[in-house]
């Protein structure tokens, strides 16, 4: 006799699908992660939170000394100052955002390993953290810019500051969606893991950071334009100071180029974050 009463048990979710809904119920628990990142970020610390202010600053400190007083390398007339604060707050906002989704899996494989809840939210909690901490020095940073434009008729803020929510959000999507592909590849092979803070600091180099993009050798820019962060480097300093230019072109492969290594970043964290426990 034939029995009918047949249970099939089946995988509910693919790896290919992203549980917006579910992370959206956990939304708690990613504001108590973010919460737990900025009490242990400055925990046992003489000056705590300030340090989100002072690191900018000693770090524009050094760079106007090295390039802009020791190298000459031209600031197309924008105060060295002003000109290397906007490239290290914006530069340290994408690489808060990729190395802190760098170690999502490595970093959090305890508790991952004891509690079931969707993975992303701790990277997620971990962008939300880099942008409050990009938000704080901001404030700082468009104070100087007002003072300088006051003072200085080179810095010309203009109407390209209403593209800003669009360069934050990209910036963060772009950092976080690196980080979750290169974490999900560190599960197999950690010598990768040693090799991010090289290539983050690397990858500085080639993007107009600590140099306009006006002094890149004409047979160097398209590819050094082809640098998704590029784009969002050289408008972001356009909008802010009013030097450089707008290129619609570059900005518009750099948003593709964003698009696509969210959607790889997505499937390929979803996929991985099934086994890798048996492997980290």
Same mark, same amino acid.
């Given at each position: 006799?034939?029995?009918?009463?047949?249970?099939?048990?089946?995988?509910?979710?693919?790896?290919?699908?992203?549980?917006?809904?579910?992370?959206?119920?956990?939304?708690?628990?990613?504001?108590?992660?973010?919460?737990?990142?900025?009490?242990?970020?400055?925990?046992?610390?003489?000056?705590?939170?300030?340090?989100?202010?002072?690191?900018?600053?000693? !770090?524009?400190?050094?760079?106007?000394?090295?390039?802009?007083?020791? &190298?000459?390398?031209?600031?197309?007339?924008?105060?060295?100052?002003?000109? +290397?604060? *906007?490239?290290?707050?914006?530069?340290?906002?994408?690489?808060?955002?990729?190395?802190?989704? !760098?170690?999502?899996?490595?970093?959090?494989?305890?508790?991952?390993?004891?509690?079931?809840?969707?993975?992303?939210? *701790?990277?997620?909690?971990?962008?939300?953290? !880099?942008?409050?901490? +990009? &938000?704080?020095?901001?404030?700082?940073?468009?104070? %100087?810019?007002?003072? +300088? &434009?006051?003072?200085?008729?080179?810095?010309?803020?203009?109407?390209?500051?209403?593209? %800003?929510?669009?360069?934050?959000?990209?910036?963060?999507?772009?950092?976080?969606?690196?980080?979750?592909?290169?974490?999900?590849?560190?599960?197999?092979?950690?010598?990768?893991?040693?090799?991010?803070? $090289?290539?983050? !600091?690397?990858?500085?180099?080639?993007?107009?950071?600590?140099?306009? &993009?006006?002094?890149?050798?004409?047979?160097?820019?398209?590819?050094?334009?082809?640098?998704?962060?590029?784009?969002?480097?050289?408008?972001?300093?356009?909008?802010?100071?009013?030097?450089?230019? $707008?290129?619609?072109?570059?900005?518009?492969? *750099?948003?593709?180029?964003? %698009?696509?290594?969210?959607?790889?970043? %997505?499937?390929?964290?979803?996929?991985?974050?099934?086994?890798?426990?048996?492997?980290?």
């Amino acid at each position: 006799m034939q029995n009918e009463n047949i249970t099939y048990i089946t995988a509910k979710n693919k790896w290919y699908r992203i549980k917006f809904r579910e992370l959206w119920e956990y939304r708690d628990l990613m504001m108590l992660f973010v919460k737990r990142n900025i009490t242990t970020s400055y925990k046992q610390t003489v000056l705590g939170p300030l340090w989100i202010i002072i690191n900018p600053l000693l !770090s524009t400190v050094v760079f106007t000394v090295i390039f802009g007083v020791i &190298a000459g390398i031209s600031t197309d007339g924008i105060p060295q100052f002003l000109f +290397y604060m *906007s490239g290290n707050v914006l530069w340290g906002f994408f690489s808060n955002c990729l190395n802190k989704g !760098s170690g999502t899996f490595l970093m959090n494989r305890n508790l991952f390993g004891k509690v079931y809840f969707p993975r992303l939210v *701790s990277p997620l909690s971990d962008m939300i953290y !880099s942008f409050i901490n +990009y &938000a704080i020095q901001m404030i700082v940073y468009v104070g %100087l810019v007002v003072v +300088y &434009a006051i003072t200085t008729p080179n810095v010309q803020p203009n109407m390209y500051l209403f593209l %800003l929510p669009v360069l934050v959000i990209q910036t963060a999507v772009l950092g976080m969606s690196v980080g979750l592909i290169i974490s999900s590849i560190t599960t197999k092979y950690r010598d990768l893991n040693i090799l991010v803070s $090289f290539c983050v !600091s690397l990858w500085m180099y080639v993007t107009p950071v600590v140099y306009p &993009a006006s002094k890149i050798p004409e047979n160097l820019r398209g590819l050094i334009m082809a640098n998704p962060v590029a784009p969002i480097m050289e408008i972001y300093r356009h909008a802010f100071l009013g030097c450089g230019s $707008f290129e619609l072109f570059y900005w518009l492969i *750099s948003l593709a180029v964003t %698009l696509v290594l969210m959607v790889f970043g %997505l499937i390929v964290f979803n996929k991985v974050e099934k086994n890798f426990i048996d492997t980290v």
